[in-house]
Every structure is written in structure tokens, then in C-alpha cells.
């Protein structure tokens, strides 16, 4: 039969003492920045079919891309699309075989966000 003093003890008593760890933390970011980068798609998108449409309808997506708002927007879009390419190549090297290791994998993950800055940076800088 069934334990019957179930209700008494802690579900999941790991939830309680876990300790996020890089490798994680910059695998969830991927996913995050895949959305991120689908968004920006999307907003890019209607920029184009609002150029295409009418100079009214152009005027009011381009204004807001263009506002401090939108720069923003875009920025981090920028960002999210260097983050989630340098994660998808991390993928492709441990696909490989390759840096496997805890402490070189979480390296690879700090690298991933300092990479996407400093990449980002430099984009922005040459647009």
C-alpha cells in the first residue's frame, strides 16, 4: 500500500538548497535569447511591410525604432543575437567532443556574456 504519511514530508527538498550553476544559467539565457532574437525578427518584419505599405504607416514603426525606446530594444536585440549564436557554436564544440569539463564550461558561459557585449559594442559602434 501507499505511504500514508506522504503530506508530512517536503516534496522537493532539493529545490530548497540548489545553487544555480553557470552552465545552466547561460543554457536558459540561450533559449531566452532565441526568443529574444524571434521578437526582433518580428519587429524587423513589420518594418519592412511598413515600407512597403504606406509612408504613414513607415513613419510610426521607424519613429519608434528610432526613439531612445526602440534604440534600446534593438540594442538588446543586438546582444541577443551574439549571445545565442556564441551559444549555438559552444553547442557545436561539446557536439564535438571538446571542452567538456565543468570549469572550462563554465568558463565558455562567462565568456558567452562578456563575448556578447564586447561583440555587441563593436556592432553598435560600426552601424
Known sequence: M?????????LSPHIMIYRP???SISS????LSGLAVFAI???VVWWLLAAATSEAAFAGIDGFLRSW???LILTGGVWALWYH???RLRHVIWDFGYCL???????????MFVGATVL???TMLLV
Open 28 to 31: 536558459i539565457m540561450v533559449r
Open 41 to 43: 525578427a518580428a519587429l
Open 69 to 71: 525606446f526602440g534604440q
Open 120 to 122: 555587441t559594442i563593436i
Open 101 to 111: 569539463d565543468v570549469s572550462v564550461s563554465e568558463k565558455m558561459g562567462i565568456g
Open 2 to 10: 501507499a505511504d500514508v504519511n506522504r503530506g508530512n514530508r517536503p
Open 85 to 87: 549564436t556564441l551559444g
Open 21 to 23: 550553476q553557470m552552465t
